[in-house]
């Protein structure tokens, strides 16, 4: 039976950005699917449970991409955001058609170009570079003794760094690609749709200019996919991949690496046993992204089919979204979900939590991603073991932006640190 209110919820609120935690337990305690609104216009099922939440990333009924399902269902939910943003008609191809709003068999095509470079191998071969990566970015402010902001100087320029490198974007260009991923995932009507104006025309031209020097990266990979068999990678794909790769690669790290730094200062016990016990960084590591994970929604998906999930009848075509963050805080799956241990230990599909996403479309770059928290979290708290937050943890500056849970800024004293 649907569960109805007289105003349906949006996670994308004001109200629910404030307090993502306690709006989405609110929600996951009413029912497992609840009725909706996205942004305040797409009508949704939202999906607030861990059970219900892998069906959704996992089951073929439920799809990326509406032309998945059967007869003329109208307007797709990226569509219907875009224009409320006010994207340019002709740059919605660069939302709407990148890998994760694809199904099998054009998203295992287009995943299968760059899993190579993801594998657990070529990956744990990055490690030294991260280990000189964070060593010289902390190196940049370990004698300062002014107050240090660690998104700004440490988390930003980390996370960036090792996915230009992985691509191939040049150093010159990374100011740009900060810009433009900042105002993308922004999701401001005035600043979206010009970041991702800009930052198709930039890749453009940084294809060009890779084509005209290739080398041994990802962005040389997918160059000679496309110039050596067209069929396999049109030039809008390419493009796309390129955007949704970066952006993928950057922002997310990043953040996830500026609320690890946070959460770990405000809960020093916990702190203190990863400085006891380093072997636990390993645990650590996924508990942290389960407890506070940037990316508190997947995308949108479309039932392919009339379907019934936690009770509700969802019809084919309705849009349903996917609770990460709900889901990794319901207890039917954690115990004591609401406690941060380091030692947590977690089986079972994603590691346990769904910070990464499940099925198909689990991330490509989930293990880099660990890596990045396991070589940059160490490095910072070994070279500073007395760090310390320069504001109260309540006065930190949480931005409000949709779907997503980050710091605008991370302001720590360093005065203390042992130099």
């Known amino acids: 039976m649907s569960t109805e209110s007289p105003e349906l919820p949006d996670v994308l609120s004001d109200a629910m950005m404030a307090d993502p935690y306690r709006g989405s337990g609110l929600l996951r305690e009413q029912a497992p699917v609840v009725r909706g609104r996205l942004m305040g216009v797409v009508s949704v099922w939202y999906v607030t449970r861990y059970e219900e939440v892998l069906t959704v990333l996992s089951d073929r009924r439920f799809v990326s991409n509406i032309a998945s399902v059967t007869g003329d269902q109208g307007d797709d ?26 199904d099998a068999p054009a998203h295992s095509r287009l995943r299968k170009l760059v899993t190579r470079a993801f594998t657990v191998r070529r990956v744990n071969d990055l490690r030294p570079r991260l280990e000189t990566v964070a060593e010289s970015l902390i190196g940049r402010f370990a004698d300062s003794d002014r107050e240090v902001d660690l998104i700004r100087e440490y988390a930003y320029p980390f996370s960036l760094t090792v996915i230009c490198e992985l691509m191939g974007i040049p150093e010159s260009d990374h100011a740009a690609w900060h810009k433009w991923s900042s105002g993308l995932g922004s999701l401001e009507p005035g600043v979206m749709p010009a970041a991702l104006h800009d930052m198709i025309a930039g890749v453009r031209e940084i294809i060009e200019r890779r084509r005209d020097s290739p080398a041994d990266d990802l962005l040389t990979t997918l160059i000679r996919n496309h110039d050596e068999d ?74 392919a089919v009339d ?67 396991g070589v940059a979290l160490p490095a910072l708290f070994d070279r500073f073991p007395e760090l310390s937050l320069a504001v109260a943890s309540e006065n930190l500056p949480w931005q409000k932006v949709p779907g997503l849970r980050r710091l605008t800024a991370l302001p720590v004293e360093l005065a203390s640190a042992a130099r």
């Open 77 to 102: 939910a990226r569509t219907q955001m875009a224009e409320k943003l006010g994207v340019p008609v002709e740059d919605y191809p660069y939302l709407a058609n990148g890998i994760l709003g694809q």
């Open 307 to 373: 379907v019934e999930l936690g009770g509700v009848q969802i019809k084919a075509g309705d849009v349903v979204q996917p609770m990460l963050t709900s889901a990794n805080y319901d207890p039917r799956q954690f115990t004591e979900p609401e406690r941060f241990d380091v030692a947590r230990s977690m089986t079972g599909p994603g590691h346990g939590h769904v910070g990464f996403g499940h099925g198909p479309h689990y991330c490509l770059g989930a293990y880099l991603a660990k890596l990045q928290l």
């Open 230 to 303: 067209g069929d396999r990678l049109s030039v809008e794909e390419l493009i796309t991949f390129v955007i949704t790769l970066m952006t993928a690669g950057h922002e997310p790290s990043t953040h996830a690496l500026g609320n690890s730094i946070a959460e770990l200062l405000v809960h020093p016990d916990q702190l203190a046993r990863l400085k006891q016990d380093p072997e636990l960084w390993r645990t650590a590591v996924d508990e942290l992204v389960r407890r506070c994970g940037p990316t508190q929604v997947s995308v949108p998906r479309y039932a």
